[in-house]
């Protein structure tokens, strides 16, 4: 399976973006679907997960309130609309599909198949 992210973009503080996360087939259905990112000079952090029906959702306690992830299902899609969105929230956000239940995953066991990134500034 494929992942192709996009969505990113320049946007001030306080405005939104919707990333979304295209699967090349539809096995991705029966994936859970994480979300990550990586600032520059840090390492990639969860930001979101949600599994495979969507009826399991986990957000990092940063994001919540702000961030929802969704899917679907039909068309092969994940996608993170990010709300208020902060400078601290500048990032090249990753999708990211696996086989074990959606929670708040960590990347150095995590994933399946990961995105190739979408770079997401956030200016003051």
């Known amino acids: 399976v494929q992942l192709q992210a996009s969505g990113g973009g320049l946007v001030q503080a306080g405005g939104s973006l919707r990333l979304s996360c295209a699967a090349s087939?539809?096995?991705?259905?029966?994936?859970?679907v994480g979300w990550f990112r990586q600032a520059p000079g840090k390492e990639r952090e969860f930001v979101a997960s949600i599994s495979w029906n969507g009826g399991r959702i986990y957000y990092t306690d940063s994001v919540k309130g702000r961030f929802t992830i969704s899917r679907d299902n039909a068309k092969n899609t994940v996608y993170l609309q990010m709300n208020s969105l902060k400078p601290e929230d500048t990032a090249v956000y990753y999708c990211a599909g696996d086989r074990q239940p959606a929670g708040v995953w960590n990347s150095l066991n995590c994933c399946d198949y990961w995105g190739q990134g979408t770079l997401v500034t956030v200016s003051s």
């Open positions: 087939e539809r096995t991705f259905s029966s994936y859970a």
